[in-house]
Each structure stands twice: as structure tokens, then as C-alpha cells.
């Protein structure tokens, strides 16, 4: 489809580029799906700028996966001609589009990215609050920094190596363009280090900004006053230095996870609008638009938005997102239908009985409990290091103080001003940005992506590991079956296939999946049974399959517990398949590797079923749960934690949001990374999940190669410091110190993280 479509627009030089590009369709899409963008009221939202003939729209496409990606969606425009251009931000996932007005619709360009496969993902969240951009102020007051501080160390140099007395006049205005333009970065480029500095200084609290937005503060006025006074150059390389490399490590922290969206509630997963019938048409309503009485057409994988009563067709629902419960629900007409499950089988309608904000999932979203952790804010362990630094730093000055004011008062200025400005603790900032920012850049390479850096820090703490079992230890959509009783020879399997077809329950699909037949017989006199099986003659034989008081067998002692569907031919009972989850390949090893370190906890909302196979899984430590509604989840992390227990949970769905907010690291599993988890304080790739003990062990290793950095950082600190508190601290030994300092931490936490992740294989 993808080598059609870029063959007739003459785009086929797309596959020099990769091996495997393009997208594969898993669901045709439907001819409607976008119908609700002609909503004049739902397409403003969208829309970022139109005049009279042009609009401007930006799309969230998670499908983008590589650099053909880009060369077919930056050549949009020979698809659809109405497209004048068509911007890829690869990072964030997006393509801004300009389109003509009247040769084309928001509405056919959302189609014609579905049609290539990049089908725009619109959300009600996504509406409401937008994606977070790059902090735009933060990167101008870098460049304003990186500008002045390089053209600063730039007029140092004939400072640094000495300057002929008849050039005198140069050396002096060296010093005040110097002085000019260490302006802007003092009070621009700074301002976030000031601001931060006094807001903790407001709640009584010294963070690691307070000392560096005080050395700043000093390093500038005695720079200014030596310019003034014609003493001195000042140290205004030393002071521009500083604040370039400290904005340069927040924005490489702050790059890594800008494109993922933590923070979610339940419109995050609710489609933007629905169908309506009126009147016999189908009418795009906005969900807040949606009214008790009013009859929705839900179509094959849509969620469904609000309770309803079921009032044509036949719903097989899947709630596992919700409850946990691993097996769609069969529904029939007249039952009632909550929101927040999944139709897997044709389209169904259903009769609103209470709109979307008192639904039973918005209801079970907005309950206390899930809104926030009950556990207060920690601070990093930096933190608490700047502090003592801090203190031990004021110490020093005054003891140097007191010294000079005894011994020689001309001194006294000079040293102390000198001691803040060689011992900022900005080396110590430095380290830990620097490497927090690498270690999220190596971890999201590898579809582990962190909220923060102080999620780093949890995740090295942690010592109980809670699973949820459906859809996180096993394989959304997959069933594992087993034929207990007589071997089945080709003929009975070819029967009993041809018979399981007839059926759209989703054990029969899993049967007819698991016997994979040649083909299909045709059976008569089918008669289905809701809930209890399905019947009918296939080749002159009668075949009864079902529940066993279906199919009338009286061996019961025989048969083992668990989801089981009986079979009989010709009234002859030949046995029944047994089903249970089909656990994700690398589940078993990864369980006894992380059972050697951590305790581990397995919460289920299914019934105990599946324990025997959890029990060959863990060991006899190990807690296994079953049964368990959101709000049991929820409180069982919590009765960890009042024991003592740092706790990491890792989930997959709703029913799960509670348990991760309450949780000291909170882990939400996603077949597609950038789309369609609870909120969480990271995310996982599902295929990643084997690599979770290397992801633990790598953010253990944060800690050391920080203490690392900091040792380092104190040599220098006392070398500069020897020189400092003899008031003879010169602009040379500076610009040698602070530089070499904060280089050299550089390459020691760029280079450990990389080694560390090298050696777990990352």
C-alpha cells in the first residue's frame, strides 16, 4: 500500500533510506473516524493560526519511527495537493502542516496521514492542555551565556599572558567589554538560579542554587569593582562559565523525556468525539456535548466513553484496561455497558444512561485516593551535600575573615570574595546534571523513559517489585490452550474448528487460533447458547462444546480448575481445552533474576486461575494476590510502604493508576511508548521489560559516579581555596581551576555512565 502510494506521487527514491520503511495497517480505518474534525467547535482547538486562506495545524503522530518517516511526511504535499508544506519536529513526534483552505479539509489531510499510516492521535487531554514544548526562554539565555562567555575568554587572553605597558590603553578596554557584556548573562542568563535560590529561600530551605546564585552575585560585583577601580580584569570568564555550563546541563536533562506526555487522566484515552444516531444518521458529537437518552454507535476497538444500556448488537467487552480482568465481557441486550471498556466485535449501540463526567471510570479517576501520593516530596541527596558544602564554605570565610582582620585589613575583601568564588558548588551541580541528563538520554534509548531525574534516585532506592499480572507479566490479546483428555486426530480437530468458527466468543477464536485448520466444514443446526456453549452437526456428527453443564458430562472429579470450554462428538465426551494467559517469553527470567535482590508481589483482578503458574514463576516469598480491584491495589502498596518497603510498581492500565501514583516509582508498561498509559513516574516499552534489572543496576550506579565527581570537584576546590584565603587569588589560576574543573567533570560523568551501561549491556 505504502510502495503504491510513493510510487504514483513519484516518491520512490523514500525506500534508498531504510530496508523496512513504512508503517503496516493493522485495522483499516474508517471512512468516518476523522468526521468529527469538520466540528467547527472541536477543529478551533486544533488549529494554531488561519486566515482566509490558510490554516495552520500541528498533528501528534507516535508512529514516526525513523528518517523515511520523515522524508514521506515532509513530502505530504505530492499526496495531497492541497497541503502547501509540512514541518517534522522528529523529536516530539509532530508535523505542523500549512494547508489550503479551499483546496483541501483538516479533516481529508488527517485521513491522508491515516491512509500512509501515520494516523493522528487526538485526545481530549490533548486538547485541553497541550504538549510542553522546549523551555524557548532557557535556550536564549544559553546562547546569550554562550555567546558572552566565549567572547570574554576571548579578551582574557592577553590578561592571562601578560601585556606589553605601552599597550595599557588595549588591556583597559578588554576590561570593559568584558564588563559589558557579562551584563546580560549576570542579569539575564542567571535569572534561573536567582529565582530558584529565592524561592528556597523562602520556604526556609537552602537548596544547591542558593550558594551559586550568591558566588555569582559576588564573583560579578567584585569583577565590577576591579574594572571601576583599574586594578584588575575581574573574573567575568569565571562568572559567564559558570552559568553556560550549568544551563547547559537542565536543558540536556530536560531534552530526553520532552515528547512524553506523564501526566494523564481519563480524556486521555476517550476519543475526541463520538457518533451519535439521529434521526438515522450519524452525527460527530464532542464527548461534553453527549446527553443522557442520546444513542452511541460504537464501532470494532473504539472505547467506550460513557454507561450506556446495550441496544443493538452483541458486545464483547474488554475491560481489562479497567479492572484487570483479562477475558472480554459478554453483554447482550438490554445490559447495561460501563465506560472505559473496549468493544472487540463488531459495532454495537448503546442508549447513554449517564454522561461522561458521571460515568463509573471518570467516578473512579477523580476518587481521592488516586489523586495524589500519600508519601511527602524527598529531596535529592545533592541537596542535602550543597548544604553541608554550603556550610562548611561560610565556615572557611569567616575563620578567613576574622584572620585578616587581625593580620592586614587590605586582605580581608579580597580573600574572603575569593573563597565564593572558587568554591561554588556548581562542580557538584555539574556532576549531577550532567550525569542524570546521560543516564536519561542511555535509558530513553532504550524506551525507558523517566519523568525527572529525581526518578533516578527512587529507582536506585527501591527494594519490593509489585507486578501487575494482565497485560504487564502476560501478552495483551493472547491466550495460552491446552486439550486436556483423549488425543484429537485430524478429523475431530477439523470438527471441532469448523464448529468454533461459527462462534465470535473469544475462546472460540482462540480455539480456532490454537487448532489452525486447512479449512472449514460447514456446519448445520447450529443453535449458540449465551454462556454456556454452542451446538450443531458438521459431516453428520453432533457437536456439543461449552461449559460442562452444557455439554452434559458427569466426569467432574476429573476436571481441573480454570476457564475451560468441554467437547462432545456423537454424545462421546472427548475432554476440554483449558486456557490461561500466554506470559510474555522473557517473564521467567527476568522474575528469577530479580528474585535474588528484591521482593516481588503479583497483583491480578483475575480469579486464582493463573496462581499455579505464578507459583512455578516465583518462589514461596513472593506475594500473589488475585481478585483485586483498583482500590486493593492501591492499599496494598500502601501497607508495603508503612512497613518500610521503597516500592516500584509496574502496571499497564488504568486499574493500575492508583497503585503507580502511591508507589515510590511508579512504571507504566506500553506496547507504544508514547501513547495510551496512566500516570506515571516512567514508561516502559513492553518488548524493554526484560531489561528492567539493568535499568535498576544503571540508576544504582548514579549515586557512585556523582560521589565520584564530587571528590574530584573538592580537589580542585582545595587547591583553588590554598590560594584563596591568602587574598592572592588571580584571574589566571581562576580561568585555569574553574574551566579544567568543570571539563574534566564533564568527561568523568559523560564517560562513567557510558562505561556503566556499556557493562549491563545498554
Not at 526518578?455 to 507486578?467: P, Q, R, Y
Request: with cysteine; charged share 20%; proline share 4%.
Amino acid at each position: 500500500m505504502v510502495f503504491q502510494i510513493v510510487s504514483k506521487h513519484e516518491l520512490c527514491d523514500y525506500y534508498d533510506l531504510n530496508q523496512n520503511p513504512g508503517i503496516t495497517l493493522k485495522i483499516p480505518i474508517r471512512e468516518d473516524k476523522f468526521a468529527f474534525l469538520d466540528d467547527t467547535k472541536i477543529s478551533q482547538q486544533l488549529i494554531s493560526f488561519q486566515n482566509e486562506e490558510q490554516l495552520h495545524v500541528t498533528f501528534y503522530l507516535p508512529q514516526m519511527h525513523c528518517s523515511s518517516c520523515l522524508y514521506l511526511l515532509e513530502n505530504l504535499y505530492r499526496i495531497n495537493p492541497g497541503v502547501v508544506s509540512s514541518k517534522v519536529n522528529f523529536t516530539r513526534k509532530e508535523v505542523e502542516i500549512v494547508l489550503i483552505k479551499k483546496a483541501t479539509s483538516l479533516r481529508k489531510v488527517a485521513e491522508t496521514l491515516a491512509g500512509i499510516g501515520y494516523e493522528p492521535y487526538i485526545s481530549l487531554s490533548d486538547l485541553r492542555n497541550k504538549r510542553p514544548g522546549l523551555d524557548q526562554q532557557m535556550v536564549y539565555q544559553i546562547g546569550v551565556a554562550g555567546f558572552c562567555f566565549g567572547n570574554i575568554m576571548l579578551m582574557s587572553f592577553p590578561e592571562y599572558l601578560g601585556i606589553d605597558t605601552s599597550e595599557e590603553g588595549m588591556l583597559q578596554l578588554f576590561r570593559w567589554a568584558n564588563l559589558f557584556l557579562a551584563i546580560p548573562v549576570f542579569l539575564y542568563s542567571a535569572l534561573p538560579f536567582y529565582k530558584a535560590s529565592w524561592k528556597s529561600l523562602k520556604h526556609k530551605y537552602l537548596n544547591i542554587d542558593a550558594p551559586i546564585a550568591l558566588a555569582i552575585i559576588i564573583t560579578f560585583i567584585r569583577s565590577v569593582i576591579e574594572v571601576l577601580e583599574g586594578t584588575g580584569g575581574g573574573y567575568f570568564d569565571s562568572m559567564t562559565g559558570i552559568v553556560f555550563f550549568m544551563l547547559a546541563g537542565r536543558i540536556l536533562q530536560d531534552k530526553t523525556y520532552r515528547q512524553l506526555s506523564f501526566e494523564r487522566d481519563y480524556t486521555s484515552y476517550f476519543p475526541v468525539a463520538v457518533a451519535v444516531l439521529k434521526e438515522g444518521k450519524q452525527v460527530p458529537t464532542a464527548l461534553p456535548d453527549i446527553r443522557v437518552n442520546d444513542t452511541l454507535l460504537i464501532h470494532q476497538e473504539e472505547l467506550i466513553p460513557a454507561d450506556g444500556i446495550l441496544v443493538k448488537g452483541k458486545a464483547f467487552i474488554d475491560y481489562s484496561f479497567v479492572t484487570g480482568e483479562s477475558m472480554p465481557v459478554l453483554k447482550e441486550m438490554g445490559e447495561i455497558v460501563y465506560a472505559g471498556g473496549k468493544q472487540t466485535e463488531g459495532n454495537i449501540e448503546l442508549l447513554v444512561v449517564k454522561e461522561v463526567a458521571q460515568s463509573y471510570l471518570t467516578k473512579l479517576w477523580n476518587r481521592e485516593e488516586f489523586q495524589e501520593k500519600a508519601t511527602p516530596k524527598k529531596y535529592s541527596f545533592v541537596h542535602a551535600l550543597s548544604r553541608y558544602f554550603t556550610y562548611i564554605v561560610f565556615l572557611i570565610a569567616a575563620i578567613t575573615a576574622a584572620y585578616w582582620w587581625r593580620e592586614d585589613l587590605s586582605k580581608l575583601w579580597p580573600a574572603v570574595t575569593s573563597i565564593f568564588i572558587i568554591a561554588c558548588p556548581c562542580a557538584l551541580l555539574l556532576s549531577n546534571t550532567f550525569t542524570n541528563g546521560n543516564i536519561l538520554t542511555i535509558l530513553a534509548r532504550n524506551q525507558f523513559f523517566l519523568r525527572n531525574a529525581e526518578t533516578i534516585e527512587s529507582i536506585a532506592g527501591v527494594n519490593h517489585l509489585v507486578f501487575d499480572k494482565t497485560g504487564t507479566l502476560t501478552a495483551p490479546g493472547e491466550q495460552e490452550v491446552a486439550f486436556i483428555g483423549k488425543d484429537l486426530s485430524t478429523e475431530e480437530q477439523q470438527l471441532i474448528s469448523s464448529l468454533a468458527n461459527q462462534s465470535t466468543h473469544p475462546l472460540s477464536k482462540a480455539i480456532v487460533h490454537w487448532l489452525r485448520p486447512d479449512n472449514y466444514l460447514q456446519v448445520e443446526n447450529k443453535l449458540e447458547k449465551v454462556g454456556a456453549g454452542i451446538e450443531g452437526i458438521v459431516q453428520g456428527k453432533r457437536i456439543r462444546m461449552g461449559s460442562i453443564a452444557f455439554v452434559k458430562q458427569s466426569t467432574q472429579d476429573s476436571i481441573a480448575a480454570g476457564t475451560q470450554v468441554h467437547v462432545e462428538i456423537e454424545n462421546v465426551y472427548l475432554g476440554f481445552f483449558k486456557f490461561g494467559n500466554q506470559y510474555r517469553n522473557e517473564i521467567p527470567g527476568l522474575i528469577k533474576l530479580l528474585m535474588s535482590e528484591y521482593k516481588i508481589s503479583v497483583l491480578s483482578g483475575d480469579n486464582p486461575t493463573e496462581r499455579e503458574t505464578l507459583e512455578q514463576l516465583t518462589d514461596h516469598s513472593s506475594t500473589l494476590l488475585f481478585n483485586q480491584q483498583p482500590e486493593d491495589k492501591l492499599l496494598y502498596i500502601k501497607s508495603l510502604q508503612q512497613k518500610g518497603d521503597k516500592v516500584m510498581m509496574i502496571g499497564d492500565g488504568l486499574n493500575d493508576a492508583g497503585a503507580l501514583k502511591q508507589a515510590d516509582v511508579g512504571v507504566a508498561l506500553s506496547e507504544q511508548s508514547n501513547n495510551f498509559t496512566p500516570s506515571s513516574d516512567a514508561i516502559i516499552e513492553a518488548k524493554k521489560l526484560v531489561k528492567l534489572n539493568q535499568f535498576i543496576q544503571l540508576c544504582k550506579k548514579n549515586r557512585g559516579i556523582v560521589m565520584a565527581s564530587f571528590v574530584l570537584s573538592i580537589v580542585y576546590n582545595v587547591i583553588g581555596l590554598y590560594f584563596a584565603v591568602q587574598g592572592n587569588l588571580s584571574p589566571l589560576i581562576a580561568a585555569i581551576l574553574m574551566p579544567s574543573s568543570s571539563i574534566s567533570i564533564l568527561l568523568l560523568t559523560f564517560g562513567s555512565s557510558n562505561l556503566a551501561a556499556r557493562q549491563l549491556r545498554l
